[in-house]
């Protein structure tokens, strides 16, 4: 299945380095960062605990090959060098959120359905193809061309996939629901029998 530019965002990363740095300044923003030396990247190696597993010249690479590639902004103001995400970083950062993405199963089923309808225009397809997808690989069963049903709740990952989407709530709504009829099928799908 060929979904056009969206397709690059469900590849798994090269580089658990790579995720880390997207991930780290995608939740903090932008770093501030002592720029006293050309090795200026140790101040931040030595600030955060999770670059203490990787080899300091790997993450100093990355850093630099990220910015290269266009990902990262690098400003120096005042001998302080700012790094934060372009507007392609943080497509990237959404990749990797969106490639983590788990619904939990409760100990208890609380007997609701989330029912995740959308009408997204034929300008959008690819985005409605990589959503489906999605949909799949979350667990959700279609059971109508845009209906799909999932039994656990999912409303923060709905969230983070209409925004990664761009779909407004006329284009894609969430509901919670007792009744959807003859449920058999799907409890026995999400065993819940």
């Not at 997207?22 to 999770?50: C, D, E, K, M």
């Not at 609701?112 to 690989?137: H, Q, S, T, Y």
Request: charged share 30%.
């Amino acid at each position: 299945m060929r979904i056009g530019k969206y397709k690059y965002y469900f590849t798994k990363p090269k580089s658990e380095i790579v995720k880390d740095v997207f991930s780290w300044l995608f939740i903090g923003g932008a770093v501030a960062i002592a720029a006293t030396s050309p090795y200026f990247l140790r101040s931040l190696l030595h600030s955060a605990s999770q670059w203490k597993k990787y080899p300091k010249r790997k993450v100093s690479d990355t850093f630099y090959q990220l910015r290269k590639q266009g990902f990262l902004n690098w400003k120096e103001v005042n001998n302080q060098i700012y790094i934060s995400l372009t507007l392609e970083g943080k497509k990237k950062a959404g990749m990797f959120q969106l490639d983590a993405l788990k619904i939990s199963r409760p100990k208890h089923w609380d007997g609701n359905w989330r029912v995740f309808i959308f009408d997204i225009p034929d300008k959008k397809k690819p985005a409605r193809e990589a959503l489906r997808g999605k949909l799949r690989e979350l667990g959700f069963v279609k059971v109508q061309e845009s209906a799909w049903v999932h039994a656990f709740d999912c409303g923060a990952e709905i969230d983070l996939l209409k925004d990664f989407f761009g779909l407004s709530e006329k284009e894609a709504r969430l509901m919670v629901v007792e009744n959807i009829g003859d449920d058999t099928w799907l409890k026995r799908i999400f065993n819940l029998l």
